[in-house]
DNA sequence: AAGAGGTGTGTTATCGTTACCATAGCATAG
DNA sequence: CTATGCTATGGTAACGATAACACACCTCTT
């Protein structure tokens, strides 16, 4: 491996001159840049980054902390982290927890071995030992897709309260009385707060509150398909299902295949994710949150605060969702009422 | 931050210590490993990896270029990748080159100057730059899904070939004498292959090479739109499309539908490629690619040559496709023929 | 003419770790 | 009793880069 010094031996200057030509940094003279341009070239080297970065203790990375890498939602966050850093000369490093609270600390602690400037979030659960040692080593974190119990970090998210209000808000006023809700765990805030904006369109909707149906369970697709196979197994079949993420939507539909179920004519379906373009006949009806924005936002704020010298209290910006209206979501079959016209913000691709 | 220095100053020992107690190399008395044990909790000290890799010249890290992120086919490739290589204690950095010849280079330029231990590579084309520059920096390199012209690196690849031999195949058994096949880029080799697969399965049935209709164009979804478009505006439609990737699939499922054909009614479809299970209602008959199997052979076949001390020299391996009948192929509707027995070698949830 | 300030270059001292060599105690072998 | 080898530890010098300082040479001011 050609070092500096080589580079600085074949030009005839020291390796500060070589340095400052590199970085672009200090005086230099236009002859030395040249001889020092033409001896990097003839030797073909290339900077052991290394070696900078133990040097100027800055790594210029990032750390991605992600529950599910396999979900469009968090890859789609994954490209608007990336793009906003690389715009700024930094890296990004990509961790993969599946939901494990374990190995979230374990990436955690990759991630402060490799010395990251920064880490952006999304944690497993609400009471994060990452975020104690991440403190302790006094490194920055933004916080994605899930509030905090404690606002101790930036935090970036989709409106998850106001989606679930306008995603069964919808089905309200298709005419649906019998709604429920499947989402992830309690532990969860997205879980908890697209419960929480369900329940506020049922109680405003004048509906009795025995007739709320709410089922805790994980974002995957098994999870999905159990909770709707409990649901049909139930004395008061909803008309109208409200799926807390695509996976959970996905495997929903296949337990309403499974039962010979037809969407929307037996059964409506709404999802909180939308899905990358063209994957699937454009079909169900969503609530779709802003990932890119999100990931974009999220690393833009972690870059400014590492920019900045003075001290940033912690911010929150809570980014709008909105209802897309397809072909799942319709009136139930056997509703005498006449369907009020649909809230529907945007519609796209009508049946 | 702590250092090694801290923890041997409150340990009582000196560095070298400390470090053989963290690494376990060399000898350690079970007095001064439980000392430093004890200082390293007190102190939540954390090694500088920085440090550790620039000293030892090893980074323990594989760097990972792909063409296409949003692909799930390659995902599930990095999947594999990962594993492996953290079953071996390595990290793997992954980069997107978009099929850009341009950004495959200086992505190859970061990871050279990362210093990983070596490239696994999905090259954008098949005269590659970014493969002579990893030669000159004596990274080794293995290749995957794609076929080199000059075998100086591990290769590891799906039977692009045989794969599209058994998909045509399989369309001439159910009654189709038009097929067209629909692939990306000339220049990469997977293109190339499928169209040879095909051309096999069309000459070996006796059918006039005038029947041929084989169009390049991308691995898009927009280039699968557009191809199927020119398709169907030719004098002679063929009555079944065989996609050369995925996405492809969808741009030419996207035209069907504007044009009112029906699948497999009016037009039969077979993908190279499969999907990961759930995200789309099983439908499309494809090929099988064991992606995982590649990514987990490839990320073998590297750390296999970096533990080596003696050279190794080049290993290409050709993994089997196969071919998973569902709905989207049936035999041609206006055909008079008797349908041969599919030659399926599996079949999944048949209609 | 003397100081001020910009320009261009070099020297030295690290960043935090491990490679390499040295040393010292002690047991066993011959 | 010396030789050999194992155990346990320490000292020193890098790895390849940059920060910080020093210095020399200009060109202007005043």
């Known amino acids: 491996m050609t070092t500096l010094n080589d580079v600085a031996k074949l030009a005839g200057v020291s390796t500060m001159t070589v340095s400052r030509v590199i970085n672009g940094s200090g005086y230099t003279s236009p002859a030395a840049q040249a001889r020092v341009n033409q001896a990097i070239a003839e030797l073909g080297y290339m900077p052991n980054v290394l070696a900078r970065q133990l040097r100027s203790s800055r790594t210029k990375t990032l750390g991605l902390v992600l529950t599910d890498i396999a979900n469009p939602f968090f890859t789609t966050i994954a490209r608007g982290v990336e793009d906003a850093a690389r715009a700024q000369g930094y890296a990004v490093m990509f961790c993969n927890t599946d939901e494990s609270v374990d190995l979230e600390l374990e990436y955690v602690r990759v991630l402060i071995q490799r010395r990251v400037d920064g880490v952006l979030l999304v944690p497993a659960a609400d009471s994060s030992t990452s975020l104690d040692l991440l403190r302790t080593h006094k490194l ?190 319709a009136p139930p079959r056997s509703t005498s009422k006449q369907p009020a016209p649909a809230r529907a913000r945007s519609m796209e691709n009508p049946a």
């Open 140 to 329: 920055p974190v933004v916080v994605l897709d899930r509030r905090l119990r404690f606002g101790e970090a930036d935090q970036v998210r989709a409106d998850s309260e106001g989606g679930a209000y306008d995603a069964v808000r919808h089905l309200i006023d298709l005419g649906h009385r019998e709604i429920a809700i499947l989402v992830g765990p309690e532990s969860v805030s997205t879980s908890a707060d697209r419960v929480a904006g369900y329940r506020r369109a049922m109680i405003e909707a004048g509906l009795d509150p025995a007739s709320q149906q709410i089922r805790f369970g994980k974002y995957t697709e098994a999870s999905g398909h159990e909770m709707t196979c409990h649901l049909l197994a139930a004395p008061t079949r909803p008309t109208a299902i409200f799926a807390g993420n695509n996976f959970i939507a996905f495997g929903a539909m296949q337990a309403l295949r499974e039962s010979g179920l037809e969407i929307p004519d037996d059964m409506s379906i709404v999802v909180f994710d939308d899905l990358p373009q063209g994957w699937i006949i454009p079909f169900l009806t969503v609530i779709a949150q802003p990932a890119y924005q999100i990931g974009k936002k999220a690393a833009e704020l972690m870059l400014e605060r590492l920019a900045s010298d003075e001290p940033i209290e912690p911010r929150t910006f809570v980014l709008r969702s909105s209802l897309i209206v397809r072909r799942s979501s």
